[in-house]
């Protein structure tokens, strides 16, 4: 199949006739994959430059060096999440050996108050524990930032695509409880324990992911009809999936698609940057068009989820 690919900026340029006709075409991409090549989406190359700059650097350091970041204990969600400690089939209720891979995890930016149930900052609003490292902070902090603004560019043609009003979701997502997740995929050198992958099959729990793999390299796979098919990796492009809120929110219209890394023996070294937008902590996602859906509240099923994963 020829993987689809979306023009956001062409999207946002558009009128009349022509953006309905791109909106049916973004429809029909959540409808039949959940993912899609994002071109046109004005993020600075020089931000997303630097942005690898330090996470290349985060990563090359020793282990001995990146605990003294690592999280304080299982399901504590911002900071250094090292090999072996996370296996994400668990979340779709399969038992397999922890993903070959490590991570870096920041949250969101500011600290919003009075949301009357207190998980909310003690999970999503933990503080992110930085490494101490030139730049480090900043970079993170600005990539942040873009992808931000980015998510709620795509939310807003996410609307139209659904015959809502642009700013249909922005009542959802004024404290975004979103987090950024810097993966490092070790070089594998012979072969992986019996279903074992770089991260397992899965499918992601909030309303979107952008995700910007590092140029050259592949291994994201999604399943379409019990076939895993290569997610490709263009230049200048990011890759934005849907996660289960959005599935639920479009009651099934639009699909959470599973999706991995696979492992392999003798692959070399993959990174990846992983923006997962998450609608406020207490937002209330309700199926759209239908009465029938239940109700799930935005932060605890984060929350549930997260912790379901960690080894």
């Excluded at 350091?61 to 299982?74: R, S």
Aim: proline share 7%; with cysteine.
């Amino acid at each position: 199949m020829e993987f689809p690919k979306f023009d956001l900026k062409k999207f946002e340029k558009s009128e009349g006739v022509q953006r309905q006709k791109l909106s049916v075409q973004l429809d029909n991409i959540c409808r039949n994959t959940g993912f899609l090549v994002l071109d046109g989406h004005g993020v600075p190359n020089e931000i997303i430059a630097t942005q690898w700059k330090v996470v290349s650097n985060f990563f090359a350091l020793p282990n001995a060096k990146k605990q003294e970041v690592a999280v304080p204990y299982a399901g504590y969600p911002y900071g250094w999440i090292g090999p072996n400690k996370e296996a994400l089939a668990a979340s779709k209720g399969e038992k397999t050996p922890p993903d070959l891979k490590e991570s870096f995890n920041g949250g969101p930016l500011s600290i919003p108050v009075g949301i009357k149930d207190a998980r909310a900052y003690e999970f999503c609003y933990k503080p992110t524990i930085w490494p101490q490292m030139d730049g480090f902070k900043e970079a993170w902090c600005e990539y942040y930032c873009e992808m931000e603004g980015l998510a709620k560019r795509v939310m807003s043609a996410f609307a139209e695509a659904l015959d809502l009003q642009p700013n249909f979701f922005d009542g959802y997502i004024k404290n975004p409880i979103s987090a950024l997740r810097a993966l490092n995929y070790p070089a594998t050198t012979e072969m992986t324990e019996e279903g074992q992958q770089r991260a397992g099959a899965h499918t992601d729990y909030g309303s979107l992911t952008i995700l910007l793999p590092q140029p050259g390299t592949s291994g994201l796979q999604i399943n379409q009809n019990g076939n895993w098919l290569d997610v490709p990796v263009e230049e200048n492009c990011f890759i934005i999936n849907l996660g289960d809120l959005m599935e639920l929110w479009t009651s099934g219209r639009w699909v959470s698609t599973l999706h991995r890394v696979v492992a392999k023996p003798h692959q070399a070294q993959r990174k990846s940057l992983a923006f997962f937008h998450q609608p406020d902590w207490d937002a209330e996602i309700t199926p759209i068009r239908s009465r029938d859906g239940s109700t799930v509240l935005s932060g605890p099923y984060l929350m549930n989820k997260f912790i379901s994963t960690n080894v």
